[in-house]
């Protein structure tokens, strides 16, 4: 069975945090880098973090670096981003999925939404 449950969004003001929570099954998750992408309205899916399967590795996009954090808890099979000094621009549907050095599988998850608005 194959399974990306994403939670934890919602709607914030600029400059607030939010932690993301991805729950993945065990044939995707283990082995494997994990990845966050979003989706804004209208825009194509983008990459914006990941991590490999040690944790000791992680990458960000420019446009996140230095204001989000991936982390990854192998033994629950959990996927978190821990969001900080959000912007407009961080509004999107935010979705895990394999990652890094790990091409994403062809399963997507519901995602979860993400609204920064003040």
């Known amino acids: 069975q194959v399974h990306l449950v994403e939670s934890g969004g919602g709607l914030v003001q600029p400059g607030g945090s939010l932690r993301l929570s991805c729950a993945a099954s065990?044939?995707?998750?283990?082995?494997?880098?994990m990845g966050w992408y979003r989706q804004a309205p209208g825009k194509e899916r983008e990459w914006v973090a990941s991590?490999?399967?040690?944790?000791?590795?992680?990458n960000y996009a420019d446009s996140v670096k230095g204001r989000f954090t991936i982390s990854r808890d192998n033994a629950k099979y959990m996927v978190y981003l821990q969001m900080n000094s959000l912007a407009l621009e961080d509004t999107a549907v935010y979705y895990c999925?394999?990652?890094?050095?790990?091409?994403?599988?062809?399963?997507w998850g519901q995602g979860t939404q993400v609204t920064v608005s003040p």
């Open positions: 065990r044939n995707i998750f283990s082995g494997f880098g």
């Open positions: 991590i490999e399967f040690s944790g000791r590795y992680t």
């Open positions: 999925n394999r990652g890094g050095s790990s091409s994403p599988s062809n399963y």
